[in-house]
């Protein structure tokens, strides 16, 4: 089964019905695959994204189909935006915190960290420079060391939330538990995780580390109706977004929740460089808490694309 939001046919699928609903036309050009779409006298461009692989095996975005493109991410407006706090994830924190939101919290002193933790990098994406988690108590390990552009930041427990914004409006929206695992009091913890994700998928790398902060160990048995925390991460195998459409926008309108992430919205579209502002796609993630608070943790400007994103993007730009 192919992944959901990287697959091509899916993305294809939402603009068509888009189309269909609009009596609008469209080509793919085959060569660039870009999109020329009509409705009526109206023309609209549309630019496609793709992820590679590179030659050392991480992910990077791309503008063009390549013999390494392992998805498709979308079409969008324009090529490429960027705007400061849709790229550092500091200058995001600093903004956000200013303007009422929350976000978890962060330091740079090991001296001043009294929370359990994940070492990030200010800059990076695909969840590339995460390390942890930790417990204060990990501090003198030399693997908890920050490096240049790194930082610490308090690790909240909770509900997994991604969402998708165009413009200030919230399009998409996927919530769900931190991956959780149940003991049978036959297998280890590191089997389970196993299972639950398949023998073809190699298991989550801090798998250890998750186990130890919980109190025990990887290759543990776990007793029988134990629950304990699979993963912490939404780059994870045991995320269960992956292969289908996970969005629960609709549900959530007008909730406690739903409402926090619509004022998010407001309020992250004007911290986007006035430039870059009209007719922008960006992404936020965050961590909903047991209490129904959503903490937020960054933002992307250059956005892996949710397909029901398109219907919102398209009534903008036919406005």
């Known amino acids: 089964m192919l992944r959901y939001k990287t697959d091509f046919m899916r993305h294809s699928y939402a603009l068509q019905q888009i189309l269909l609903k609009r009596d609008g036309v469209a080509t793919i050009d085959a060569g660039t695959m870009v ?16 992820v590679v692989r590179r030659p050392d095996g ?25 705007w400061p706090i849709g790229v550092d994830k500091l200058t995001f924190k600093d903004y956000v915190s200013k303007h009422g939101l929350r976000t978890p919290r962060w330091e740079f002193n090991a001296e001043n960290v009294d929370f359990d933790f994940i070492v990030k990098a200010t800059r990076s994406a695909f969840g590339y420079g995460i390390r942890g988690p930790y417990s204060p108590r990990n501090l003198d390990d030399p693997e908890t060391k920050l490096k240049e552009g790194d930082y610490y930041e308090q690790l909240i427990f909770g509900k997994i939330a991604k969402a998708w914004y165009w413009n200030e409006k919230l399009t998409a929206i996927e919530l769900f538990d931190m991956p959780r695992v ?9 089997e389970l995780v196993q299972h639950a994700i398949g023998k073809d998928v190699g298991v989550p790398g801090p798998l250890e580390k998750i186990a130890k902060l919980q109190g025990f160990g990887a290759n543990e048995v776990l007793a029988e109706n134990r ?48 430039k870059m502002r009209p007719n922008a796609a960006y992404t936020l993630d965050a961590v909903v808490d047991a209490d129904n608070r959503a903490w937020l943790l960054e933002a992307n400007s250059n956005p892996q694309l949710h397909p029901d994103v398109y219907e919102s993007m398209l009534d903008s730009l036919l406005e």
């Open 182 to 190: 149940k003991g049978d009091g036959r297998h280890t913890f590191a």
């Open 35 to 50: 999109v020329r779409a009509r409705f009526g006298d109206r023309d609209i461009v549309l630019h496609p994204q793709f």
């Open 58 to 82: 991480k992910m990077q975005y791309a503008p063009r189909l390549l013999d390494s493109t392992v998805g498709f991410l979308g079409w969008l407006p324009y090529n490429f935006k960027a």
């Open 227 to 274: 629950e304990v925390l699979g993963d912490y991460r939404y780059v994870s195998p045991l995320n269960p977004t992956v292969y289908r459409n996970f969005n629960v926008r609709e549900s959530i309108r007008g909730t406690e929740i739903g409402v926090q992430f619509e004022q998010a919205g407001a309020v992250l579209y004007q911290g986007i460089t006035e």
